[in-house]
């Protein structure tokens, strides 16, 4: 497998000395913060190949596809468009993409919203597929999203689309307040699953909460899974959408993606078939 660390958990901290010390830990690369105006493709670009990491992916900024609002929703969906431009430039394989985050409940009707989000994902995926680009799509817990909550759901989202430019990212910190089953969760979507994002139940590093990683990483040597892991954890304190967190927020917040490191290492062994 390989191994990465979602780059807003850092807030603004600078790019170039966070590599650094990402890739001195081990990691095999990054899920980058798609913010198109705080960086350059080439600088990214650079970035990257100076410190030996790969572009395992992108996570977008907060844009509402599902907005009543068709200027809102063309807003997002253009801004998507750019972010696959951006994507191709530094060679990243995947776009995550997801709900307004912040937005727990319809301002018109659910299934009109749900209706709207389709017809975006449709427009990127069509793009997506000249550009040899996977769209991720990622399940978010309620308290932060009211669209794509379980498993179940995207999976029928995705039978919907019948794209393949679209897969799955699943996350287990929003799976252990939502699914019943984090294991069945990853079995439901086997065959659509591109991308994980790993924290623990209280989305600190790996071994700080209750998420059952034994078996979910027993199930993904099962289903075959193979993709990239990203480490999504944050510093532990109050206000989970803001990562800096007080003093010494950055240092303990690297010591847990350190051990966090050695612990996948250390699951890895159950991911791989028998």
Same mark, same amino acid.
């Given at each position: ?67 009543? *609002? ?9 801004? &998507? =468009?750019? +972010? @696959?431009?951006? $994507? ?92 019943? *089953? ?9 065959? &659509? =699953?591109? +991308? @994980?994002?790993? $924290? ?75």
């Amino acid at each position: 497998m390989l191994y990465g660390v979602c780059t807003w958990i850092f807030g603004r901290e600078p790019l170039a000395p966070l590599f650094g010390r990402l890739a001195r830990m081990g990691f095999d690369g990054v899920e980058l913060l798609g913010d198109c105006e705080r960086y350059s493709p080439r600088e990214i670009r650079t970035l990257l190949d100076d410190h030996g990491l790969r572009p395992l992916s992108l996570t977008p900024l907060d844009v509402d596809m599902a907005h009543p *609002d068709p200027k809102i929703r063309n807003k997002a969906i253009e801004y &998507y =468009l750019r +972010l @696959l431009d951006f $994507a191709a430039e530094i060679g990243a394989p995947t776009l995550a993409c997801h709900g307004a985050v912040g937005r727990v409940r319809p301002i018109t009707t659910l299934e009109e919203e749900e209706t709207f989000f389709l017809e975006g994902v449709a427009r990127i995926a069509e793009r997506a597929c000249t550009m040899d680009i996977k769209i991720a799509l990622e399940v978010l817990n309620r308290y932060e999203s009211h669209l794509l909550n379980t498993a179940t759901q995207v999976k029928g989202v995705l039978e919907r689309l019948d794209s393949p430019a679209v897969g799955v990212l699943l996350d287990t910190y929003h799976m252990n307040i939502e699914e019943a *089953d984090l294991v069945s969760a990853i079995w439901e979507v086997r065959e &659509y =699953l591109i +991308l @994980l994002h790993v $924290a623990d139940s209280n989305r600190r590093g790996i071994g700080k909460g209750h998420v059952p990683f034994v078996p979910i990483f027993r199930m993904l040597g099962r289903v075959g899974y193979r993709g990239p892991v990203i480490l999504e954890c944050t510093a532990p304190g109050p206000d989970p959408f803001t990562p800096e967190k007080g003093a010494g927020w950055k240092d303990l917040l690297i010591r847990e993606l350190a051990d966090s490191f050695s612990f996948l290492k250390l699951l890895e062994k159950l991911a791989v078939p028998n």
